[in-house]
């Protein structure tokens, strides 16, 4: 199976190359050129496996330039009780009797991110050897608050890697902020750029794409790469808890076997919504993806109406990880579901890039209403859906689960569509603390750090330990700079 991009150049490459080099060089993002069969045997026979060994089978079936063993070892060592503090790695919670949350925040950082971060740097390094690749990989990334403190756990100390941060300058939570800065390594660095997310990813995209830049990192024995859900390697060891949550509903008599279900999934980049694409893509019996949006609503007025506008005001609300208003990921379906044509995605993009909208055809937006459906929870509701949560069901939940479970319950009341669903629930609610007191009527007496014990106390439910002990740590990073001084950051770095 071979890899292409999204903007229609005729190269055709092997996943470890479309790993190593991360965007493609006509500046589009690489997609499988077929995409693999997940036969219902071979569903099946996965049912009873660890989680390890599902996500190997996954990876296995995208990646089948890697040997199966190699696999095996990458994701053994990623999914394991060392690493998660699960044994089950992404286990469900059942609040009624058809809807489950996918906890996906029991690694590391306490965030989704590290479903796949704690895994793609092994992808990453493996594609390095493959490829022949001799320089060492500058890892460029732009982070809304979880991407960069996983990113930076998974390369932390990886030999012939460094990995640079970048995240908008007051626009992650103090939690998110201090979990990067004090981050441990001798090749990481951590930069806070005054701009938001868009800029601050917009200007990581400059660099990757700017041939100067290029020319002097090698100078310097480096090339650049990614780790942003951009990256293949990011995305496909996302699809591995879509079939493992499947497997496990199969398993618990919940559903039978080849039953549909729904998914929801409280979205920004479009990454973990588009590796439910793909497992329904290669066969998992998925009804509808639901997209769930906060006030930044760009992508349900766009699956509502084909019409992707930018311009608008932007918003800092308290699920910031999907404050966002380019979805990097959605060039992906797009060109799925434009039957892959190339020339049509490259000038939505530059339609973007130059006037800060597109609109895609009937046939395009018909084939989008198909699989996914969409909803948008307001930051009222947000807190309120926090509140109800933990009063109906003792649950408690961050405020991104939180936007996804309403979306949830504005699509079924819609529809009447009531499916075993699953939401995708992306952080701990520790994770943002501050915003969860307060949604429970705590406005909160502390700030920082003193926020997760407070959250502990009134609640009772215990944090993540890497959160609760995260006052203890120091802050080693503490740049900041203008958004034009991106470029300049990168070369200092690794000047070292
Ligand atoms: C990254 C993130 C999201 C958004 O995921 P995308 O793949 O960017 O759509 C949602 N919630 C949390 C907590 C996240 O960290």
């Known amino acids: 199976m071979k890899y292409q991009s999204t ?15 991360g965007l493609a060089r006509d500046g589009g993002l690489y997609v499988p050129e077929t995409l693999p069969v997940l036969s219902q045997d071979k569903l099946n026979a996965l049912v009873d496996k660890p989680y390890s060994q599902k996500a190997a089978e996954i990876l296995r079936v995208f990646l089948n330039d890697f040997g199966a063993d190699e696999l095996d070892r990458y994701s053994q060592a990623a999914y394991n009780d060392r ?12 609040t009624g009797d058809s809807t489950f949350f996918l906890e996906l925040w029991h690694g590391p950082t306490a965030a989704f991110k590290d479903m796949a971060l704690s895994i793609m740097p092994r992808l990453l390094t493996a594609s390095l050897k493959k490829t022949g690749e001799e320089r060492e990989a500058c890892i460029l990334t732009a982070t809304s608050g979880d991407t960069g403190k996983a990113a930076l756990e998974g390369f932390c100390d990886v030999p ?28 990481v660095n951590v930069t806070a750029v005054k701009g938001n997310f868009d800029d601050t990813q917009t200007g990581v995209k400059a660099i990757f794409t700017d041939k100067t830049m290029a020319s002097e990192i090698e100078e310097r024995g480096f090339f650049l790469s990614s780790a942003n859900s951009i990256n293949w390697g990011r995305l496909v060891p996302q699809v591995a808890y879509y079939v493992s949550s ?4 199969v398993k618990t008599g919940v559903i039978s076997a080849g039953e549909k279900i729904n998914f929801c999934v409280p979205t920004g980049n479009f990454g973990n919504i588009l590796a439910g694409y793909y497992a329904r893509q290669i066969g998992l019996p998925i009804g509808k993806l639901i997209c769930a949006s906060n006030r930044n609503d760009v992508l349900t007025q766009f699956i509502n109406t084909g019409v992707y506008d930018r311009n608008r005001a932007f918003y800092k609300t308290i699920s910031p990880s999907m404050d966002i208003l380019v979805s990097s990921n959605l060039e992906r379906l797009l060109f799925e579901l434009s039957n892959k044509d190339g020339s049509m995605v490259s000038s939505y993009m530059s339609a973007l890039a130059e006037k800060g909208h597109y609109d895609v055809p009937g046939a395009v937006l018909a084939a989008i209403r198909d699989v996914f459906a969409c909803a948008y929870c307001s930051e009222e509701d947000t807190q309120k859906t926090i509140a109800d949560t933990w009063r109906t069901y003792d649950y408690l939940i961050d405020t991104h689960t939180a936007v996804a479970f309403k979306a949830l319950n504005d699509y079924r009341v819609a529809t009447g569509d009531d499916s075993v669903s699953v939401i995708i629930s992306t952080a701990s609610p520790f994770k943002f603390a501050g915003s969860v007191l307060e949604a429970l009527g705590q406005p909160a007496g502390h700030s920082g750090m003193g926020l997760i014990d407070e959250l502990q106390s009134y609640t009772g439910v215990k944090a993540p330990l ?22 300049e950051a990168v070369l200092n770095f690794l000047c070292k």
Do not use: W
């Not at 903007?7 to 080099?21: D, F, K, L, N, P």
């Open 83 to 94: 690493i998660f503090d699960n044994s089950n790695v992404a286990p469900l919670y059942k």
């Open 466 to 487: 890497p959160l609760s002990e995260l006052g203890e740590q120091k802050e080693r990073f503490d740049t900041v700079i203008e958004i034009g001084e991106m470029k």
């Open 246 to 249: 499947y497997c496990e509903l």
């Open 160 to 187: 012939g890697t460094r990995i640079m941060v970048f995240y908008p300058h007051g626009g992650v939570s103090d939690i998110q902020k201090l979990q990067m800065t004090s981050q441990r390594g001798d090749n």
């Open 7 to 21: 903007r229609g150049s005729e190269e055709r490459i092997e996943s470890a190359e479309a790993i190593a080099s």
